[in-house]
Structures are given as C-alpha cells and as structure tokens.
C-alpha cells in the first residue's frame, strides 16, 4: 500500500481551496459541522474564516463503530438551516451514508427529498473516487483507491514523529 503524506501547508492549501469553491457555489452555511476526529481540523479552519459557528459529530465507523446521534442538528437540516458537513477523506463512503440514514429517523415528519446537496453539504480534502458515497459537493483531492491502493497520513496523524 502506497503511503500519501500531507503536511500541514497542504491542509491550508486545501481548506482554502474548499472556502474558494463554496464561495463560487453561492451558497453559504449557518454552521459547519467536523466529523471527529479527521474533519475537525478543516472544519475549524472553515469557521474561523467565515466567522461561523462549529459544531462536532461524532461518527467513528473505522475506530470501534462509535457513533452519536444528533437530533438538533437533523431537525436544523430538515427546517432548512444550512449546513457543511466537513470530513478529511471520502474513503468507503460509510461515514457520510451513515449520517444520512441516521438524520431522517428521528425526524419523519420532514421531508428530506430535497436536503441532501441543498441546505446540507458535504466538503471533504479527499475523495476517493471509488467510494460508494458519491455526493460530495466540495472537494481538493481525488484519489481511485480502486486503481491504486494508498493510504492519506494527514499532519495530524503522525505530528510526533
């Protein structure tokens, strides 16, 4: 397995490149919204400079399958609130797919038909793809781990070494 090492300017680099991409889609979020542990970073970074508020999930499916339901946020994403879901990496999909299942269920009485990729978007660094979750609005980095299998170390992962 190939080994892809981004530093830390490369992460500002593609935040950056996430920020010019949504202000061309004309689209602004209320809240964004790091999946830990990865998205944190960039989510943060997307904050600061549009001097919005972050929020944290929780959804871990390759750490232990830890995840962590969030009624308010669904409810805020089914009343029409605008929302930028922030993740390092597109990698299987899961993650993302998996916040998609799970908002709905508690909120039945919405209409999510028209949510995804509307008022809720998702921004990754990365994006493999070969992912089976497809629906990715803003990206900097597309990989094709079917083509080539390679694993992404971002700055945070091995800042000690």
């Known amino acids: 397995m190939k080994k892809i090492y981004y530093t830390w300017s490369d992460v500002e680099s593609q935040t950056q490149e996430i920020l ?15 999946l830990t542990r990865g998205g944190l970073t960039p989510a943060n970074l997307i904050s600061q400079y549009l001097e919005i508020p972050m929020e944290c999930l929780k959804v871990s499916l390759r750490d232990g399958g830890q995840t962590e339901s969030n009624c308010w946020m669904a409810e805020d994403a089914a009343k029409g609130k605008n929302i930028l879901i922030v993740d390092d990496i597109n990698d299987t999909g899961a993650t993302l797919t998996w916040i998609e299942k799970d908002w709905p269920e508690g909120n039945t009485m919405y209409d999510w038909s028209n949510v995804w990729n509307n008022n809720v978007r998702f921004a990754v660094l990365v994006n493999n793809t ?24 971002f700055p945070w992962e091995d800042w000690w070494k």
């Open 20 to 34: 010019r991409q949504i202000a061309l889609s004309d689209w602004r979020p209320d809240y964004v919204v790091g």
């Open 130 to 153: 070969a992912s089976e979750y497809k629906r990715i609005d803003y990206s900097c980095v597309d990989i094709n781990k079917a083509e080539e299998d390679s694993w992404i170390v």
